[in-house]
C-alpha cells in the first residue's frame, strides 16, 4: 500500500464481475488488475454462500411515478443547495474510498486515530469487512439496475471522474452506505462510549452519497439494512469476534495513549454543521 492508495470503488467493478459469475453457476471470470495483487484485497468473513442476499433482503426501489420517488427526487434537489460548499468538499472525501486514508473517516468521532500503523489489528478488521459489505448489495443492484440521480437529471456529481463508471453500476442499494454503515457499527462495539459520534459520523457518510448526487435516498436507507444484515451474519463467525475482540483491546491501548485523530476535527465538525435534517 506504500506510496498508492487502493480504491474500494474499483472494488466494486470487480465484485460485481465475481457476483454475476457467482450467481449463474459460471466459471469465475479472470482477475481483474486490481485483484491482482492479494495483499492489498483480502477476502472477506463470509463463504459466498453466506453473504447477505439483497436481491431478496430488500423490496424492490420506488417506481416511477410514486410518491416515494417524487420525495427521492425531491431530496436529491435539496440536496444541490451544498454544490461547492464545506458539505459538499466532505462528501467528495467520503466518495474517495482509498486506503490507507479512508482509515481516518471515525478517527475524529471515535477520538483517536484508526491508521494501519497505530491500530492494525482495527485496520485489518475494517479493510476485511470491506468485501463483505460490498458484496452484500450487489444482489439488489444487478437485479433492479436502478439510474442514479446525476445521470436520471443529466447534471454533474461530486466526483465527475467516476460516472462514466457509476453510470452501469447500479445505484439500489449503495455500496459505500454499506461498508461506511457496516464500519460504524464496528466501532460502535469497539469503542462504545463513543457510539453515538461514531453512528452519527456513519449516518453523514451515507447522506454524502444522496449529496454528492450518486445516490437517491432509499439507496442510501437501504444500504444501511445490507450492513445490519452484514454485521449480525459476521457475528456468527469465530474468526470475525476474534479479530472484533482483539481490535477492542488495541484501540482501548491507544486511547490510553490520548493521541489526537487522524483527521482535522475543526474542519469535519465544520463541514458536518449544517445537516439535512429533513432526511431523516
Not at 13 to 23: K, M, S
Not at 56 to 77: F, R
Not at 236 to 245: P, R, T, V
Not at 249 to 267: G, I, M, Y
Given at each position: 500500500?506504500?506510496?498508492?492508495?487502493?480504491?474500494?470503488?474499483?472494488?466494486?467493478?470487480?465484485?460485481?464481475?465475481?457476483?454475476?459469475?457467482?450467481?449463474?453457476?459460471?466459471?469465475?471470470?479472470?482477475?481483474?488488475?486490481?485483484?491482482?495483487?492479494?495483499?492489498?484485497?483480502?477476502?472477506?468473513?463470509?463463504?459466498?454462500?453466506?453473504?447477505?442476499?439483497?436481491?431478496?433482503?430488500?423490496?424492490?426501489?420506488?417506481?416511477?411515478?410514486?410518491?416515494?420517488?417524487?420525495?427521492?427526487?425531491?431530496?436529491?434537489?435539496?440536496?444541490?443547495?451544498?454544490?461547492?460548499?464545506?458539505?459538499?468538499?466532505?462528501a467528495k472525501q467520503d466518495a474517495a474510498l482509498k486506503f490507507p486514508d479512508v482509515m481516518g473517516t471515525f478517527?475524529?468521532?471515535?477520538?483517536?486515530?484508526?491508521?494501519?500503523?497505530?491500530?492494525?489489528?482495527?485496520?485489518?478488521?475494517?479493510?476485511?469487512?470491506?468485501?463483505?459489505?460490498?458484496?452484500?448489495?450487489?444482489?439488489?443492484?444487478?437485479?433492479?439496475?436502478?439510474?442514479?440521480?446525476?445521470?436520471?437529471?443529466?447534471?454533474?456529481?461530486?466526483?465527475?471522474?467516476?460516472?462514466?463508471?457509476?453510470?452501469?453500476?447500479?445505484?439500489?442499494?449503495?455500496?459505500?452506505?454499506?461498508?461506511?454503515?457496516?464500519?460504524?457499527?464496528?466501532?460502535?462495539?469497539?469503542?462504545?462510549?463513543?457510539?453515538?459520534?461514531?453512528?452519527?459520523?456513519?449516518?453523514?457518510?451515507?447522506q454524502s452519497r444522496v449529496i454528492c448526487g450518486v445516490h437517491w435516498q432509499t439507496d442510501v436507507n437501504e444500504?444501511?439494512?445490507?450492513?445490519?444484515?452484514?454485521?449480525?451474519?459476521?457475528?456468527?463467525?469465530?474468526?470475525?469476534?476474534?479479530?472484533?475482540?482483539?481490535?477492542?483491546?488495541?484501540?482501548?491501548?491507544?486511547?490510553?495513549?490520548?493521541?489526537?485523530?487522524?483527521?482535522?476535527?475543526?474542519?469535519?465538525?465544520?463541514?458536518?454543521?449544517?445537516?439535512?435534517?429533513?432526511?431523516?
Open positions: 500500500m506504500a506510496g498508492q492508495g487502493i480504491s474500494v470503488q474499483r472494488l466494486f467493478l470487480a465484485f460485481a464481475l465475481l457476483y454475476v459469475a457467482f450467481i449463474s453457476g459460471c466459471a469465475t471470470p479472470s482477475k481483474p488488475a486490481v485483484m491482482a495483487n492479494t495483499s492489498l484485497l483480502q477476502g472477506g468473513y463470509l463463504e459466498r454462500a453466506a453473504v447477505p442476499n439483497s436481491g431478496t433482503l430488500l423490496p424492490p426501489p420506488p417506481a416511477a411515478g410514486s410518491a416515494a420517488q417524487a420525495a427521492d427526487a425531491e431530496m436529491y434537489k435539496a440536496t444541490r443547495a451544498y454544490r461547492d460548499g464545506p458539505r459538499w468538499e466532505l478517527s475524529c468521532a471515535a477520538g483517536a486515530p484508526i491508521d494501519a500503523n497505530t491500530t492494525p489489528r482495527l485496520a485489518a478488521l475494517l479493510r476485511r469487512s470491506v468485501s463483505d459489505a460490498a458484496l452484500a448489495t450487489y444482489g439488489a443492484k444487478n437485479l433492479y439496475k436502478r439510474r442514479r440521480p446525476f445521470a436520471e437529471f443529466k447534471e454533474t456529481s461530486c466526483t465527475p471522474e467516476d460516472e462514466s463508471r457509476l453510470v452501469n453500476d447500479g445505484s439500489y442499494p449503495s455500496g459505500h452506505t454499506s461498508i461506511g454503515w457496516a464500519w460504524a457499527l464496528i466501532l460502535a462495539e469497539v469503542a462504545p462510549d463513543r457510539a453515538d459520534a461514531v453512528l452519527a459520523r456513519g449516518y453523514a457518510f451515507g444500504g444501511r439494512t445490507v450492513a445490519a444484515a452484514v454485521i449480525a451474519r459476521l457475528h456468527g463467525e469465530a474468526a470475525f469476534n476474534a479479530d472484533l475482540q482483539a481490535a477492542k483491546e488495541e484501540f482501548n491501548a491507544v486511547r490510553t495513549k490520548q493521541l489526537p485523530p487522524s483527521r482535522d476535527c475543526a474542519l469535519e465538525a465544520a463541514q458536518l454543521a449544517t445537516k439535512l435534517d429533513n432526511a431523516r
